[in-house]
């Protein structure tokens, strides 16, 4: 079978480029929404990054995310796995009048979902690849994971050391992160989030 380090580079852009594109336009998409802190769960292993990935290419940075889940006995199957996320503008990019594709969800919470790549190498094979970045300017991501069960019920991965209960992804804070320049690359060789005790895994998730 196919391993994640063989996908051709088209496939992965083509994928976050889908899921840009058609959750834009079919996810909720909120100016406001209140604080994620009063938001309940009952596992805290629900739903966590196993593995991030920092890629830097075309001048720009994206964060690959494989995100793992564990159903607790008795709920329903899962029907789908993503993050709740606000794109932040620091640099001003999005300046009044930019009406450039990139600007049209800043400031905005939108659900985004996460997508199966076939048989990831060396990993779960039932793990869920998630994607947060742009090309047009260095934006911060604010949010939490969440996955929905077939039910409608969800569970949320929030953030025990922000009052918000969210989590930020910025330049800054991904600095120390696995990277890598080019699209083409294996997560098997990725550090896990709970052996690096990385903060966007608190409870150091693992299966």
Same mark, same amino acid.
């Given at each position: ?15 976050? %480029? +889908?899921?840009? !594109?058609? !959750?834009?336009?079919?996810?909720? +998409? !909120? ?5 994620? +802190? ?13 593995? #991030? ?38 640099? *001003? ?11 049209? $969800?800043?400031?905005?919470?939108? $659900? ?9 190498? *060396? ?9 947060? *970045? ?5 934006? =911060? ?6 996955? =929905? ?21 910025? =330049? ?13 690359? $294996? ?7 709970? +052996? #690096? *005790? ?5 409870? %150091?998730?693992? $299966?």
């Amino acid at each position: 079978m196919m391993s994640f380090a063989k996908i051709p580079k088209i496939f992965l852009l083509s994928s976050v %480029r +889908a899921t840009t !594109l058609a !959750l834009a336009f079919s996810s909720l +998409a !909120l100016s406001s929404f209140p604080s994620f +802190a009063s938001l309940a769960h009952a596992d805290a292993c629900s739903v966590w990054p196993d593995r #991030i990935l920092r890629v830097n290419s075309d001048g720009a940075s994206s964060l690959v995310f494989l995100l793992h889940t564990r159903t607790p006995p008795g709920v329903a199957a899962i029907s789908e796995v993503g993050g709740r996320f606000i794109k932040h503008d620091p640099t *001003g990019y999005c300046r009044p009048g930019n009406t450039s594709a990139t600007c049209r $969800d800043v400031e905005k919470w939108v $659900d985004l979902r996460a997508i199966v790549v076939p048989n990831p190498s *060396g990993v779960r094979e039932d793990s869920f690849t998630f994607f947060l *970045g742009s090309k047009a300017a260095p934006f =911060q991501f604010e949010g939490v994971f969440y996955v =929905q069960y077939a039910d409608g019920g969800r569970q949320w991965l929030r953030n025990p050391t922000d009052a918000s209960g969210n989590f930020w992804f910025t =330049q800054e804070s991904t600095q120390s992160l696995p990277q890598t320049a080019t699209w083409e690359f $294996d997560f098997s060789v990725v550090p896990r989030t709970a +052996a #690096i *005790g990385h903060w966007s895994n608190p409870s %150091r998730c693992e $299966d």
